[in-house]
């Protein structure tokens, strides 16, 4: 079964509008950890930002935040104001806790193109 | 002065030879790990190591191999190669195996012909 859905294949937004990027997860450890990492085409993965299950508030980093819906298990990734150089591809990431072996699997990704 | 080093970032090499690609973190973690990408971007963990111990060993071929003399280095070794191991190998490192965000190496394009 899926453990991570990222339901966009591609997505497109125009360059200075904010986008949200779809991450649903499923997991029956109480305790495990959200990840979004961004690969341009260049090909290495850039960690973007990090969500505890057990944290309160949403993640944010800079221009990145993670809206975290816990009782839905989503964990969306909002990018503001868009800039040409955040077309990439886009995981969603989930490290599950010790009935899960500790292991981070990854979803299918999103490809953005952020139009000019 | 890179965080995490693979070498080589290409290879190419023919069906049947054994090849290895090494990896090296200067972060002082604890955990360091290999990833596959496949050719439609999928990543699937292969191995995991925690202060030198193997702590994920998820379902691959045993051609593959692991090695960590310490942990600071993650190789890895692929016997007898065939056409469907062509991808690109990611090594990273954790702080711990409670990772709170991988470093990734830059990857190793790998290709059998």
């Known amino acids: 079964a899926q453990k991570i859905t990222q339901t966009q294949p591609g997505m497109f937004v125009q360059e200075k509008e904010a986008v949200t990027l779809d991450c649903t997860y499923d997991?029956?450890?109480?305790?495990?950890?959200l990840f979004w990492y961004k690969q341009p085409s260049s090909g290495e993965m850039i960690f973007l930002i990090y969500?505890?299950?057990?944290?309160?508030q949403n993640a944010t980093e800079g221009r990145y935040s993670l809206n975290f819906q816990k009782a839905r298990k989503s964990a969306n990734l909002v990018i503001s104001a868009s800039q040409l150089g955040d077309s990439a591809m886009y995981f969603c990431?989930?490290?599950?806790?010790?009935?899960?072996?500790?292991?981070?699997?990854f979803g299918a990704g999103t490809r953005l193109f952020v139009k000019a | 002065d890179t965080a995490v080093s693979q070498t080589p970032k290409y290879l190419v090499t023919q069906m049947g030879n054994d090849k290895s690609i090494k990896c090296e973190q200067n972060?002082?973690?604890?955990?360091m790990y290999w990833y596959k990408q496949d050719s439609k971007k999928f990543l699937k963990i292969m191995f995991s190591y925690n202060n030198k111990e193997l702590i994920i060993n998820e379902t691959v071929p045993n051609r593959f191999s692991p090695k960590s003399p310490d942990k600071a280095h993650l190789n890895l070794h692929i016997n007898s190669l065939e056409l469907g191991d062509s991808a690109v190998y990611f090594c990273?490192?954790?702080?711990?195996?409670?990772?709170?965000?991988?470093?990734f190496g830059s990857g190793t394009r790998l290709t059998v012909v």
């Open positions: 969500q505890g299950s057990y944290d309160q």
């Open positions: 990431a989930m490290r599950e806790g010790n009935t899960g072996g500790f292991k981070t699997i």
């Open positions: 972060l002082g973690h604890d955990t």
């Open positions: 997991t029956s450890d109480p305790s495990y950890g």
């Open positions: 990273a490192s954790s702080q711990d195996r409670d990772n709170y965000g991988y470093t």
